[in-house]
């Protein structure tokens, strides 16, 4: 059992997570308070810290040539600012009336306990992996951490085959689908919705659709997996569903995650309604005045519909750890809330949404309107312009904007950014039609198309009304 902090000058955080909210907490901590005031023992059980999980499909597909490129902070460098990092450690307890946590080392197998007067819980998200048969054959590979794409990585260099099939077509199916186009496979998609991309309204989902099979990727659309069968080898050679069978060489998940909150749940801390642990805006959690949380493992609001919801991107990850770090530290920071933006490619076709999708903005009773329109990222005569479409939903009488989908070539991804902002400030879609945006033919038409998408929101709304 490790020493505990209480009732000396020096306290004691334990961190549960070595990767974007843990060790940004971590580190955000050790600059508020020094190693004298704050001694800082953090747990990972992989062999990486601090990693953009974001680019393993680029490094996957050869666009990031080293893996060593993803890694913003090795644990040699987290160790050299006073934090004891306990790599390949896995804690599998948690004592909460006597503040400590049980961890194993997963070399030795050694189990010891460690006492804490703060704890942040970084657990993260672990990939959807549904109990079907040959699920667990060697050739299937998920891709959440850097020791899952070395592993991927490996198969393909020792597999003579060239057929790829991608399970699941949400931001990791369709970017697993580009990085094993550019490894020179085939490639099928084989997905359970009516449509990729299911973050986006069928209609947009359909766009990708045909984009990506204008790339040479076969899809797949409502096909529930049901086997993965091997060979005599015991290697995965197909993924099977009721209507077919698609042959493998190799197979990705992209079937999408969930928190991890196991060791939260066994605790009793507060689950919300998507398996996330529940924070206040200290990111504290709930009811438990010395636990934290952040990352992939929580829960977050979303300013638009009101309502919490599971959001695991490295962006929220890294500011929670912040705040949990400046909390923790002694200072004092929050974390508002979010509006769900996200944004992703597969070859050259930019995916972007951010806001309320058509079916999130029924399920919590609002009433929309929404306009779909087609534009060009540059104006129209300015050479090498690509078309776009941007769908936009406001809601009626207010006509406060709920959400934006772009779907496009070069230049369409992150025109998103423009609506997440309006959307963080509340703003209406005839308050959009003033925004003040830059200009250029190189860069826009004179009306920028979100703007275009918001006339068009601002006089359906008026219609209506």
């Known amino acids: 059992m490790g020493t505990s902090g209480a009732g000396s000058a020096r306290e004691r955080l334990v961190v549960i997570g070595g990767d974007a909210a843990g060790m940004s907490a971590a580190s955000q901590a050790r600059r508020l308070r020094g190693p004298d005031e704050l001694e800082i023992v953090a747990f990972e059980r992989g062999?990486?810290?601090?990693?953009?999980?974001?680019?393993?499909?680029?490094?996957?597909?050869?666009?990031?040539?080293?893996?060593?490129?993803?890694?913003?902070?090795?644990?040699?460098?987290?160790?050299?600012?006073?934090?004891?990092?306990?790599?390949?450690?896995?804690?599998?307890?948690?004592?909460?009336?006597?503040?400590?946590?049980?961890?194993r080392d997963l070399e030795s197998g050694a189990e010891s306990w460690?006492?804490?007067?703060?704890?942040?819980?970084?657990?993260?998200?672990?990939?959807?992996?549904?109990?079907?048969p040959g699920m667990d054959a060697p050739g299937v590979h998920g891709v959440q951490t850097l020791d899952d794409g070395q592993a991927l990585l490996d198969t393909l260099a020792r597999t003579g085959g060239r057929r790829a099939v991608v399970v699941g077509a949400g931001y990791i199916g369709v970017e697993m689908a580009e990085a094993m186009i550019h490894r020179g496979y085939e490639v099928t998609v084989v997905n359970r919705g009516p449509q990729p991309m299911a973050t986006l309204d069928p209609d947009m989902g359909r766009l990708v659709h045909e984009a990506m099979e204008g790339m040479g990727i076969t899809m797949v659309n409502d096909a529930a997996v049901t086997s993965l069968p091997t060979g005599d080898d015991g290697r995965v050679r197909a993924v099977a569903t009721e209507d077919g069978r698609f042959p493998a060489d190799v197979v990705v998940l992209g079937i999408g995650v969930r928190p991890e909150t196991d060791l939260a749940r066994a605790a009793g801390l507060p689950l919300g309604e998507h398996g996330g642990l529940l924070t206040d805006r200290s990111m504290r959690v709930r009811g438990h005045e010395n636990v934290w949380a952040g990352g992939d493992c929580v829960e977050v609001l979303d300013l638009v519909s009101g309502q919490q919801r599971h959001i695991p991107l490295g962006t929220h990850a890294n500011k929670h750890g912040q705040i949990i770090g400046a909390n923790v530290g002694g200072g004092y920071a929050t974390f508002p809330g979010v509006v769900g933006t996200a944004v992703s490619k597969v070859c050259d076709l930019e995916i972007a949404r951010t806001g309320l999708r058509e079916?999130?903005?029924?399920?919590?009773?609002?009433?929309?309107?929404?306009?779909?329109?087609?534009?060009?990222?540059?104006?129209?005569?300015?050479?090498?312009?690509?078309?776009?479409?941007?769908?936009?939903?406001?809601?009626?009488?207010?006509?406060?904007?709920?959400?934006?989908?772009?779907?496009?070539?070069?230049?369409?991804?992150?025109?998103?950014?423009?609506?997440?902002?309006?959307?963080?400030?509340?703003?209406?879609?005839?308050?959009?039609?003033?925004?003040?945006?830059?200009?250029?033919?190189?860069?826009?038409?004179?009306w920028d198309p979100v703007l275009v998408a918001a006339r068009k929101a601002t006089a359906r709304i008026r219609g209506a009304g």
């Not at 810290?49 to 393993?56: D, F, L, M, R």
């Not at 609506?419 to 959009?432: D, F, G, I, K, W």
């Open 359 to 446: 079916k999130d903005a029924r399920r919590v009773g609002l009433r929309f309107e929404s306009v779909t329109v087609e534009s060009t990222s540059r104006a129209g005569y300015y050479p090498d312009s690509s078309p776009m479409t941007v769908k936009m939903l406001a809601e009626l009488r207010t006509g406060r904007l709920l959400g934006v989908q772009i779907v496009g070539r070069e230049g369409a991804g992150k025109r998103v950014d423009i609506a997440a902002v309006a959307l963080t400030a509340a703003m209406t879609v005839e308050q959009m039609t003033a925004l003040d945006l830059g200009y250029a033919p190189p860069f826009s038409p004179v």
């Open 47 to 103: 062999h990486f810290t601090s990693y953009s999980a974001c680019g393993i499909p680029y490094w996957v597909g050869g666009d990031v040539g080293d893996r060593d490129l993803l890694i913003a902070r090795t644990p040699e460098e987290h160790r050299a600012r006073d934090i004891d990092l306990r790599l390949r450690t896995e804690v599998t307890e948690l004592d909460l009336d006597r503040g400590r946590v049980r961890a």
């Open 114 to 132: 460690t006492s804490y007067d703060k704890l942040v819980i970084a657990t993260g998200a672990r990939p959807i992996r549904p109990e079907l």
